[in-house]
């Protein structure tokens, strides 16, 4: 079903973004990484095309318009066009709100939020001339609708994506470009193995998420098939956000 669709991957050379592109890639689709860590974009780039996947490195900082308008121009010289984009690119902040500085607040809705609407834009300008339009999903989070202390601007920055997934939903309709968001749970990026019985325990599936189950989410979303699909966001979160916290 994604056998020679052209997909960008933000923040795509590692962690969940990893997990996505892997799985466009063994689907047969072309992939574009965009990261800001050069050394793992080349090296994800070379060992996917060892193993004869389709795959190009950006290096790309979202924060910047130019760059995110070079992100597009390279994956339509490369590969002709663009038909799905997954906004994952994003950084955590976790800082009193007593302490949290200007530029560090603007810093953190710049890549977030800012960077997740100007890649949307302009790969819709490319995907508005394909024949059957194209598909965006960017990356929000649980933390939109429940919250650790201190943690209000990446709290902020999520919430927004949810509610700029369903505006670009109505404004990219007509040009048949659907648009969703995920929002991740507790998602293990790093030793799986390491995790403790209590922490599975806090999921009614049983286990902590891995990026393989967001990747599947993505699949879901962006599969032309399910185009009727656009405006949602999708929680993926293990049933972590529906068990009642005085729960036996």
């Given amino acids: 079903m994604f056998k020679d669709l052209v997909v960008i991957v933000t923040g795509g050379a590692q962690g969940i973004g990893k997990g ?6 063994q689907q047969g689709a072309k992939v574009v990484i ?30 910047k318009e130019q760059d995110i308008i070079h992100l597009m ?21 976790h ?16 890549t977030n ?18 024949a059957k339009g194209g598909s965006i999903v960017s990356l929000a989070s649980t933390r939109a609708e429940m919250s650790e202390p201190h943690t209000e601007a990446y709290a902020a920055t999520k919430g927004g994506i949810i509610a700029l997934t369903h505006a670009l939903a109505r404004s990219l309709g007509p040009d048949q470009i659907t648009v ?34 967001i990747a599947q989410a993505c699949l879901y979303l962006t599969n ?11 929680t993926v979160d293990g049933g972590m956000t529906k068990k009642m916290m005085y729960e036996a």
């Fill in 20 to 25: 996505i592109t892997l799985a466009y890639a």
């Fill in 34 to 63: 965009a990261d800001l860590n050069a050394g793992l974009g080349q090296q994800l780039e070379q060992d996917m095309l060892a193993q004869g996947y389709s795959a190009l490195f950006v290096p790309t900082d979202v924060t």
């Fill in 73 to 93: 121009q390279r994956a339509v010289e490369q590969y002709g066009t663009i038909h799905i984009l997954i906004n994952n690119a994003g950084k955590f902040q």
């Fill in 95 to 110: 800082q009193s709100p007593y302490e949290v500085t200007f530029d560090e607040w603007q810093d953190l809705l710049q």
């Fill in 113 to 130: 939020l800012t960077g997740t609407f100007f890649c949307a834009r302009e790969a819709a300008k490319v995907m508005r001339h394909n």
């Fill in 180 to 213: 969703n968001c995920i929002s991740p749970g507790w998602i293990e990026t790093g030793d799986y193995e390491a995790l403790r019985p209590i922490d599975h325990a806090q999921h009614l599936s049983g286990r902590v998420g891995l990026p393989e189950d």
């Fill in 224 to 234: 032309p098939i399910n185009n009727f699909v656009t405006g949602i966001n999708l």
